[in-house]
Nanobody, 118 residues
Framework: QVQLVESGGGLVQAGGSLRLSCAAS????????MGWYRQAPGKQREWVGT???????NCAGSVKGRFDISRDNTKNTVYLQMNSLKPEDTAVYYC????????????WGQGTQVTVSS
């Protein structure tokens, strides 16, 4: 079973930046598209963005132009660079592998809390 460990969250003022990391165990990382998700208090988990095995990225409209996703296959790690943070970005952030049709493939990790103060 692949394990996911997210890190890098914290408390930041609006307009600030954070870089999240997600490390995955196992050897198939480089063959899998990876996605970032977030869940705000009282809300459903929502998709933030995806990076394909070719490095192409796609982000949700709410974060496009502010967030960027990258990956390092040598470290089995995917990153989420978050800039120009807003209070509405406050959430627990998760990563997961994405299969055909956009379904997630692995068990969720513990996530990492991001809190943006106004």
């Amino acid at each position: 079973q692949v394990q996911l460990v997210e890190s890098g969250g914290g408390l930041v003022q609006a307009g600030g930046s954070l870089r999240l990391s997600c490390a995955a165990s196992g050897s198939i990382f480089r063959f899998i598209a990876m996605g970032w998700y977030r869940q705000a208090p009282g809300k459903q988990r929502e998709w933030v963005g995806t990076i394909g095995i070719d490095g192409r990225t796609n982000c949700a409209g709410s974060v496009k132009g502010r967030f960027d996703i990258s990956r390092d296959n040598t470290k089995n790690t995917v990153y989420l660079q978050m800039n120009s943070l807003k209070p509405e970005d406050t959430a627990v952030y998760y990563c997961n592998a994405i299969g055909a049709g956009g379904s997630v493939l692995w068990a969720w990790g513990q996530g990492t809390q991001v809190t943006v103060s106004s």
